[in-house]
């Protein structure tokens, strides 16, 4: 079975902190991805990385791939309350599309 | 809108009662996908579909019971629920590999 863990469980900044949250594996995955999730909803993708190494930007967002294609981190710059939220990375792996999900991070940015 | 439509989204039901909770996506995705999340747990994979007619199990399917005649329609049936199975539950369809998933708004289940 396929592990992936996150980092922090929780996280309670004010607005305008920086934040890392980070995502490791034994495993190595073909792609991972980031989703967001607001209380009483499902998760919305964010992102997906691909290549080993690979970094990719979304506004204030910044997602990495490890360079072994085992883990990951999303980093905010100038958190604001609308980032507010469970954030998952979820591993895929080649069979049948399936992903692992980690436990998520639960941020919270106070204004 | 197109997207995945879960009903109902709030159920109670009582313990050794069958319950069936209802997905249905207005693509075609190929892949569908019933998750569970618990505190503590995050996401875990109860069934999943490759297309319609083909299912498999996923981390923990003893208890769950799925079909899919339809492409668009995966439904997910509790054969005898007990409270371990009190959660909420996410559908999800898959476009194709390297897309991410889209989900429903979850149907949150307690058994009493």
Redesign the interface.
Known sequence: ?QLLEQSPQFLSIQEGENLTVYCNSSSVF??L?W?RQEP??????LV?V?TGGEVKKLKRLTFQFGDARKDSSLHITAAQPGDTGLY?C?G?S?N????T????TTLTVKP | DAGITQSPRYKITETGRQVTLMCHQTWSHSYMFWYRQDLGHGLRLIYYSAAADITDKGEVPDGYVVSRSKTENFPLTLESATRSQTSVYFCASLRGTGYGYTFGSGTRLTVV
Do not use: I, M, N, R
């Open positions: 079975t073909s792609s991805q989703y009483g909803e499902g998760p919305v993708l997906t691909v998952l979820a895929v080649t049948a599309g399936k992903s999900f980690g436990d998520g």
